[in-house]
């Protein structure tokens, strides 16, 4: 099943400056024992984000004892409050932050490449906007996709009655229409604290791994504004896609570097504790490729997202698709269906130290 994927992660961040800047680097590294999307033995094929209660691993936590629910707190009242103490005791340049980082429902490109097969899809039709009946350059929900966003909307109330659950406080969406409808959907309706309401920011480098398929193109800045009234865009945001070139793709190293620097950014200018992010398969994984993680592959995964190595010129260095096209042997395409991810990072920020 193709479904939102979220993934949710404690992360701490050191610095050895009181105020960020351009110069410094952020080392993330995941607090493990939280969730179940943490441990290598759990099965991504098999696993159950909702029946499992999004990964949370059913344990006790140190500051337990000053719990202010005592022992009518749920497991999630208690985890927030691990983390509240976490950072309450950390050095000054220490953070710890939950991330919830959910993939996409099914597009309507998902549902071609289903229909058309891989090889042929890679080959010529993901090139198209449509076929004439459906149209899949930057697509839109299927009905399936809009059904399987609405569930974890459903999800998402339960766990805010029942679980009591800290919500989201700020909430970041990539560009394409896919992401920006899955997190309308998802979050709309929700009972949350009026000082932390829905009101996405739209990020440029929470899109999906550049490639010559038109499905990577995002909208224009208007028609994102039209269909998504409320969303925020970041500073900066462009009107029309800067990025996206016919017949490119972006290499795996370049879309590393702007996943670092989007966390980076967000980790730097936000001070949430509850952070939202709407993305996916692909740039989810890049997200987390980094030290110290487990990666939670394959259908119905959750996973936690840690990355390195920034680069100045992110997006600099390009390469033709079509000369690698699986036709020819030798392209390709990594893809996840994921559901929800759930863990703890632990960041460091050193200010100053040279890219690596």
Not at 152 to 157: D, G, I, R, S
Not at 262 to 273: A, E, G, L, Y
Not at 286 to 302: C, D, E, P
Not at 329 to 334: I, N, R
Request: proline share 4%; net charge neutral; glycine share 6%.
């Amino acid at each position: 099943m193709r479904a939102s994927t979220l993934l949710a992660g404690i992360l701490a961040a050191a610095s050895t400056a009181t105020a960020y800047t351009h110069t410094k680097h952020i080392n993330y590294t995941v607090v493990s024992g939280i969730f179940q999307q943490d441990d290598p033995a759990t099965n991504a094929s098999t696993f159950d984000f909702i029946a499992s209660n999004f990964g949370l691993i059913n344990r006790t936590y140190p500051s337990d004892s000053s719990c202010p629910d005592g022992k009518q707190s749920t497991q999630w009242q208690r985890l927030a409050h691990y983390i509240s103490t976490l950072n309450k005791k950390s050095p000054r340049n220490e953070r710890y932050t939950l991330f919830f980082m959910g993939r996409h429902g099914e597009g309507y490109h998902n549902a071609a490449e289903s229909y058309f097969g891989t090889p042929a899809w890679n080959c010529y039709w993901s090139e198209l906007d449509g076929n004439g009946t459906v149209t899949w350059a930057d697509a839109k929900l299927t009905e399936v996709g809009v059904q399987q966003a609405l569930r974890v909307n459903k999800f998402w109330a339960n766990l805010i009655k029942d679980g009591k659950i800290s919500p989201p406080e700020t909430y970041y969406t990539s560009p394409l229409y896919r992401c920006l409808d899955t997190a309308r959907l998802t979050f709309t309706g929700l009972d949350l604290p009026r000082k932390s309401p829905f009101v996405p920011v739209v990020k440029e480098f929470l899109r999906e791994g550049i490639s010559a398929h038109t499905c990577d193109r995002r909208s224009s800045k208007s028609s994102i504004r039209q269909n998504f009234p409320g969303f925020k865009f970041e500073k900066g945001f462009a009107e029309e896609d800067p990025y996206w070139t016919e017949l490119y793709a972006e290499p795996r190293d370049n879309q590393d570097a702007r996943s670092k620097a989007v966390v980076d950014d967000i980790f730097t200018n936000d001070d949430s504790t509850h952070i939202s992010i709407s993305s996916h398969s692909g740039e989810i994984a890049s997200l987390l490729r980094g030290k110290s993680l487990h990666s939670f592959y394959a259908l119905r995964g959750n996973r936690l997202m840690v990355s390195h190595s920034p680069r100045s010129s992110c997006l600099q260095s390009q390469h033709r698709c079509r000369d690698s096209c699986p036709c020819q042997g030798d392209y390709v395409e990594w893809r996840c269906a994921s559901d929800y991810d759930v863990a703890v990072y632990a960041a460091k920020d050193v200010c100053g130290a040279a890219d690596n």
